[in-house]
């Protein structure tokens, strides 16, 4: 691997890892299983796999966000302890697990206070995600217009703080089995949704985590994410579970191309690679159902940089536009202070 540049980011990390206790608690430790609790499960730091993979693999910095009840406090934990290695995002975690305990019904306005305490603190300079904010436990489909009224409240924090939000553009197919998504989150499902969003809030960065691809083989959401990115200046893709070919268009795309591109692979999810030689795409990522859960670290950014790496050669890509991809949208888009100035296309 040889992959380098003057910055790089991953943009999208999981440092908390869920304690299971399956066996100590007796109970069978499948994904079914796994996907109904993990959002009252307690959480612990996986920080020291991923510096060692970042030393691996020689990655700067890594935007670290919590979902499926990963707390706000040990991330910010650790970007006080590590300041030049993390920015972390935030999510309203306890409106969340109180709503799931039964204690409070989960509301909009209760999440976006939460959103708003948290990054009045200052430690969430990554902004808000993974995701806006859904309730836990919807069972009624939410209509466009109710859902959009909640998105608002979310991205008037995000306006408020001047930082950046994310949010799922497809979903995986494994072991949540497409959980309660489309009940709740109609946005992620389809990306033309954003249209809205990023029309009412030019000033709030978008970030479209897995930029239409977050794993399997399927391109169905790219196309409509595309179109989002190349409509909107605020909006931009992320790209780090594209295999190599996936890049080629947004890249040639004048109203997409390097400066809207930034490198996040969800590092800390359970997601595998899947190979098949000789098919179209040689080798995704996905969560595979009949392997079960990887009881492993699965190694997504060797293939991840592996993918950017063979995409720059093939394309024959300018480092310029390499050093955007991999780290200089992020430095913009995440205020990362840098040591001199003008090291990235402006
Ligand atoms: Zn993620």
Redesign the pocket.
Known sequence: MTIRARLIVDT?V?SQRHAAKFKERGVEGDYKTLSREMRLMETYDNSPRLLYDMERYGIDMCVI?P?FAMTNELNAELVRKYPDKFIATCLPVETMKKSLRGEKEWTAEDAAQELDRLLSTGLYKGGIG?GLPRHPNRKRMLSWPERLDELRLFMEIARKHKVPVSYHTGAITGYSSGSSRRLSAPERTDPMLAFELAGEFPDVPIIM?HGGMQGWWSEKFMDDTFQVAATFDNVYLETGLYWAKLYERPLADPNIGPKKLIWGT?W??SIVVYSQRGQYPPSYADQIKPWGIPKHQPDIWGWSLRQVEKMAMDLDLSQDDLNLILGGNAARLFNIELPHRRLFRE
Do not use: L, R, S
């Open positions: 999208h999981h966000q979902e993974e985590a969800d800390g999810a």
